[in-house]
């Protein structure tokens, strides 16, 4: 039901209280650290819905749901964002489910490439091990936006730019993964 709610109302929900625009963000957090493929996958869902309306919402110069916050200030999609990233690289995200996080991750980043460009340098330089820091750095950065991105231009949402993102990611997913577990 969440997930229906914010792929279909995505719009209203960028309309509701900051009281009930945390509970529902509450949820959707739940859903997406949640061991169940299938609860994570709607939760997945229903982020992509939200995502694609606050990259419109910023196109427009509309602030959509980046108005909310998280208690320390952060805007929403930021948190979402940083969320996402380190659910797909620090922790147990399926592999099966790394396509349906692009959906969700690559309008994220068109809204927030500030963001993302710092959070991708904080976690290369969180490892504690220089070489595989470098590396993780390396691989991090192919997810930065350069103007054309894989034949894609920038903030493109078009489905040759979801599916060349999609690509890349997988690799990065499976390359960081790789390199946050050696030894």
Same mark, same amino acid.
Do not use: W, Y
């Given at each position: 039901?969440?997930?229906y709610v914010l792929e279909v109302y995505?719009?209203?929900?960028?309309?509701?209280?900051?009281?009930?625009? @945390?509970? #529902?963000?509450? /949820? &959707?957090?739940?859903? $997406?650290?949640?061991? *169940?493929?299938?609860?994570?996958?709607?939760? =997945?869902?229903?982020?992509?819905?939200?995502?694609?309306?606050?990259?419109?919402?910023?196109?427009?110069?509309?602030?959509?749901?980046?108005?909310?916050?998280?208690?320390?200030?952060?805007?929403?999609? @930021?948190? #979402?964002?940083? /969320? &996402?990233?380190?659910? $797909?690289?620090?922790? *147990?995200?399926?592999?099966?489910?790394?396509? =349906?996080?692009?959906?969700?991750?690559?309008?994220?980043?068109?809204?927030?490439?500030?963001?993302?460009?710092?959070?991708?340098?904080?976690?290369?330089?969180?490892?504690?091990?220089?070489?595989?820091?470098?590396?993780?750095?390396?691989? &991090?950065?192919?997810? $930065?936006?350069?103007? *054309?991105?894989?034949?894609v231009r920038s903030g493109d949402l078009?489905?040759?730019?979801?599916?060349?993102?999609?690509?890349?990611?997988?690799?990065?997913?499976s390359d960081v993964r790789g390199l946050?577990?050696?030894?």
């Open positions: 039901l969440l997930s995505a719009e209203q929900v960028a309309e509701l209280q900051p009281a009930h625009f @945390a509970t #529902l963000m509450a /949820s &959707l957090e739940f859903g $997406l650290n949640h061991a *169940d493929t299938v609860v994570a996958q709607a939760s =997945l869902e229903g982020l992509a819905g939200i995502a694609r309306h606050q990259h419109k919402a910023a196109a427009i110069g509309v602030p959509g749901f980046a108005k909310f916050g998280t208690p320390a200030g952060v805007p929403a999609p @930021a948190h #979402l964002l940083e /969320s &996402l990233m380190r659910r $797909l690289l620090l922790e *147990d995200l399926s592999l099966d489910l790394v396509d =349906l996080a692009a959906d969700a991750l690559l309008p994220l980043i068109g809204c927030e490439p500030g963001t993302f460009g710092a959070l991708c340098t904080q976690l290369a330089l969180s490892h504690p091990d220089a070489v595989i820091s470098s590396k993780m750095g390396a691989a &991090l950065a192919r997810l $930065l936006p350069p103007p *054309d991105m894989h034949g078009s489905r040759q730019a979801k599916t060349a993102f999609r690509n890349v990611l997988s690799g990065v997913v946050v577990r050696t030894r």
